[in-house]
């Protein structure tokens, strides 16, 4: 059963609330906060970046974060690229990783997206098991930060 969430935006009334949603300590290294996400998505437009708050009910329980139908270029991939997905420490393990996901795919795939990358730090503790369960694929290529790039095929996954 997947967990119900929603996807919201990002407002001056639930902002504070969005960036108090953080991950376990020893995940920080894989994943940049909201916070920091807010600031990588205004220091590159050109990046495209789409965001959402993920809220349980009328909790905050999450972020994720793509760039949204980019003409991909140096130092961008796309047109649509995974740039974050975070889960709130106390709200790991059920489901909401993979609900999210299910969602950001449902939109995706109305947008006519054929796939969707996304990358992760090759180190122990990283999210690759996730992603890799979830059906994302090694692309074969190591970005310029040491990242492995996977792919989702967004017109076979059911």
Request: glycine share 10%.
């Amino acid at each position: 059963m997947t967990a119900e969430i929603r996807l919201v935006e990002v407002t001056d009334a639930n902002r504070d609330a969005v960036i108090a949603v953080r991950v376990r300590p020893d995940q920080e290294q894989f994943v940049a906060s909201v916070e920091k996400s807010f600031q990588h998505a205004e220091q590159y437009p050109d990046a495209k970046p789409w965001y959402r708050a993920v809220y349980a009910g009328d909790e905050p329980v999450g972020f994720v974060m793509l760039s949204w139908n980019l003409v991909p270029g140096p130092g961008f991939r796309g047109p649509y690229f995974l740039w974050r997905l975070l889960v709130g420490a106390e709200h790991q393990g059920r489901g909401y990783g993979t609900a999210i996901l299910d969602e950001v795919v449902t939109l995706l795939r109305a947008e006519g997206a054929k796939e969707l990358l996304t990358s992760y730090v090759p180190e122990e503790g990283s999210p690759e098991p996730f992603y890799r369960g979830y059906g994302f694929v090694p692309t074969g290529e190591v970005d310029e930060d040491g990242e492995v790039i996977l792919t989702l095929d967004l017109t076979t996954r059911p």
